[in-house]
């Protein structure tokens, strides 16, 4: 008991999102969850509860199956990030503070007057957060955000008042394949954060890219050989989709950007790739 409460509770993996906590509990601990669980509470004033991921995440909406450890049994919360708010609820839509740098840079880049889409945008942090920050600078733009899940939509409307930025960010209800299918060459910038499956939506993105826009692509990518463990590029084969589907297309892409956004196994890192498509 007194090694348990030395050690394990700050070792865990925790996302924190506003009150509430989210960890990994190693199957040799699990007998322990609790206990672990009331530790990261003691030792953290500002959470409210502790909550379990169960296995991984699931469905269309990349939600996870989440366990109630410790404290309050309520999975809504607040998260504040880049001067902006975001009412969630952590069991019925994705969101992942592990993403804020990513958030920050595209942020960083939007000009005042482009026309953005903002694909998988979830309860809204990639385009409320580009909308907040022109909007301090008195520049402003045309976001579109498409969301498929009903529930992280109507968090985004809520999140769209919550920050004042309704006269620059517009949602859009639906599969993206059915909003690109309608923006032909309309977008100066396209945000894909679904890294699982994004690339399959390369043909529509490619089309609905303006002459000089630019497409942030995420996916994933082997840094490491399974079977002999040597060092792999991970962009490789996002890369060469990226190329193939804008042959295809008959338009140029020059890949301008790229970095590991972050770990995600043993083997894979999630990656993005910026190009530019004339
Ligand atoms: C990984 S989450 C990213 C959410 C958000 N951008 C963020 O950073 O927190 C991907 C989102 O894409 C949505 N999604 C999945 N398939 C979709 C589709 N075909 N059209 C529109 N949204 C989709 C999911 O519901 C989910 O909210």
Redesign the pocket.
Known sequence: MKDLKANPATTLPLDTIGTIAITEIPVEQKKNAKQLAQEILAANKHLQSVYEKRGAMHG???VWKLRHLAGKKSTKTTYRESDCFFELDVAR????PR?AFERSRIAAQVETGEKVLA?????G??PIIIAKKLKTQQKTADIIA????PV?VKYMQQNIALNKVSEIVVVNKG???KLLKQKKKWADRVIT???HTAYKFLPQIIDATAVGGIVHLYGFGSHRNEKTKKKTNPFRVLEKKIKTECRKKKRKCKIIFKRVVRPYSPFSVQVVIDFAVK
């Open positions: 269309e909406y990349r839509v994705y969101f992942s993403l694909l998988f945008a979830g309860v942090p990639f498409n969301e498929l899940n992280a599969d993206a394949k954060p679904l890294p």
